[in-house]
């Protein structure tokens, strides 16, 4: 398969999850790569996977600075963008009358700051007819208990993209945002789900997902690639939600 030969995707938090997935299989139909994360050793290993050729640029997408390193990177190996797959989050699941100043501003630091201004860095290196695919959350529209800061910054990104969608309308570049549901990444520990605790957090969860499990990174990494291809050519200002039905529960 070559849907993306000739093409260029950026994608951060590309190391692990729901990203690195999603890289994999932008190389593996024909895309040259850009993978961004915080740690060294874990773009290291995110490129053993992906495949050499693969950029990995080490940086926080809560820092303006290392948007500008990233686009100065692209600019000068590959002179332009086609795809740009902002993926990279954090979340924190505390009562609202729990949550710290630090803790929200650090989510919406990463969640919401870091999608806008990486947007606004990468914007003029992308080419027409581009895509830009934003990962939200079905928190966004589905009421979580201790999840309303989270909640609030992925709403943030679906307002982001619909107006997006119109801004960039007239270079021919679609913006859309892919939702996911509860997915086997290892954002789960970040939860505060410890490994003893997996097997009974995985069966109750799956109780409450129609299709009877979690999603697999994979999964949601196809749906990127659709949204990433001209599959989906006529596809702008939408979100494509992929929950195993979780929504409708």
Same mark, same amino acid.
Do not use: C, H, W, Y
């Given at each position: 398969?070559?849907?993306?030969?000739?093409?260029?995707?950026?994608?951060?938090?590309?190391?692990?999850?729901?990203?690195?997935?999603? +890289?994999?299989?932008?190389?593996?139909?024909?895309?040259?790569?850009?993978i961004t994360a915080r740690t060294q050793p874990a773009l290291d290993a995110a490129v053993a996977e992906i495949g050499d050729g693969t950029l990995a640029i080490q940086g926080d997408v809560s820092d303006l600075a290392h948007h500008d390193q990233v686009a100065q990177g692209i600019r000068r190996r590959f002179g332009g963008l086609d795809i740009y797959f902002a993926n990279a989050g954090v979340i924190v699941i505390r009562p609202s009358s729990e949550v710290g100043i630090d803790e929200f501003d650090a989510q919406f630091a990463i969640n919401v700051r870091g999608v806008f201004f990486g947007v606004q860095k990468v914007a003029p290196l992308l080419r027409h007819g581009g895509s830009i695919i934003l990962t939200s959350s079905i928190a966004s529209n589905k009421v979580l208990d201790g999840h309303a800061v989270y909640a609030g910054s992925k709403a943030a990104i679906e307002a982001f993209a619909r107006s997006w969608a119109l801004e960039f309308k007239h270079r021919g570049?679609?913006?859309?945002?892919?939702? %996911?549901? %509860?997915?086997?990444?290892?954002?789960? @520990?970040?939860?505060?789900? @410890?490994?003893?605790?997996? %097997?009974?957090?995985?069966?109750?969860? +799956?109780?409450?997902?129609?299709?009877?499990?979690?999603?697999?990174?994979?999964?949601l990494g196809r749906a990127a690639l659709f949204l990433a291809s001209d599959a989906s050519s006529f596809v702008t200002g939408a979100t494509l939600r992929v929950d195993g039905g979780i929504s409708l529960a």
């Open positions: 398969m070559s849907v993306l030969r000739g093409k260029t995707a950026l994608v951060t938090g590309g190391a692990s999850g729901i990203g690195l997935a999603a +890289a994999k299989l932008f190389a593996a139909n024909g895309a040259q790569v850009i570049i679609r913006v859309n945002v892919l939702s %996911p549901g %509860p997915v086997d990444t290892p954002i789960i @520990s970040k939860m505060g789900v @410890s490994e003893s605790e997996r %097997p009974s957090f995985d069966t109750a969860l +799956a109780k409450v997902i129609p299709l009877g499990r979690l999603g697999q990174p994979e999964e």
